[in-house]
């Protein structure tokens, strides 16, 4: 009895480790009838500054083994304490009032 080969479907999901194990597997040119072009933007980037911090040799290596012991990697571990710092400072300070223009003391001429 011969087996008839059925060609896979693309996974419905949203799961990214999924999609990836599929297309590990996969060829995308196997599955060009069943994709479709679309006009909106489905990724979008997270608006983020990069900051770069000097550090010395020493420096960076105690962040090291301090993330590693914290099971993350550096930049991680220091965008979590830098959060942290900035939660606990704006809960110490009152919230900044509006700035008003001073009044100006008419000048003697």
Known sequence: MEETMT??????????DELARFWDEHDLTDFEDDLEEVSTR???RR???TVAVALTP?????LRRLADAEG??????VRDWIREKL???SRKRPPNKALQPSAQK????
């Open 7 to 16: 060609t896979p479907r693309i996974p419905n999901t949203d799961s990214i």
């Open 42 to 44: 489905i990724f979008s």
């Open 106 to 109: 008419p000048r003697r001429g």
């Open 87 to 89: 939660r606990s400072s």
């Open 72 to 77: 993350i990697n550096e930049p991680k571990l």
């Open 47 to 49: 608006k983020e500054t």
């Open 58 to 62: 020493k420096e960076a290596q105690a």
